[in-house]
């Protein structure tokens, strides 16, 4: 199993960037993928996650309405468009799917600020 995220940088408040995850190794097209993130001294929290449908989707309260994610089950790749970004929005970014044991990607750094 390799997830392989990209797509992270510097915004400042108010931007846009997108996340994206490459994934390998497993059947993507019928796994629930998942975005997670860890802030600084923090502990690592769910943002999104996304059903192998692509039609059902779930967020974190302090994303929803900001993030969106997305899949292309051709690609095997799954998005986290982030919008309004805020300072606090500050973390490593992970991709994540649950096999019976969890994987997860090397991460992406997401810094919000002016």
């Known amino acids: 199993v390799q997830l392989v995220e990209s797509g992270g940088g510097l915004v400042q408040p108010g931007g846009s960037l997108r996340l994206s995850c490459a994934a390998s190794g497993f059947a993507f097209s019928t796994s629930t993928m998942n975005w997670a993130r860890q802030a600084p001294g923090k502990e690592r929290e769910f943002v999104a996650s996304i059903r192998w449908t692509g039609t059902s989707t779930s967020y974190a309260d302090s994303v929803k309405g900001r993030f969106i994610i997305s899949r292309d089950n051709t690609k095997n790749t799954v998005d986290l468009q982030m919008n309004s970004l805020k300072p606090e929005d500050t973390a490593v970014y992970y991709c994540?799917?649950?096999?019976?044991?969890?994987?997860w990607g090397q991460g992406t750094q997401v810094t919000v600020s002016s």
């Open positions: 994540n799917t649950n096999l019976g044991n969890a994987y």
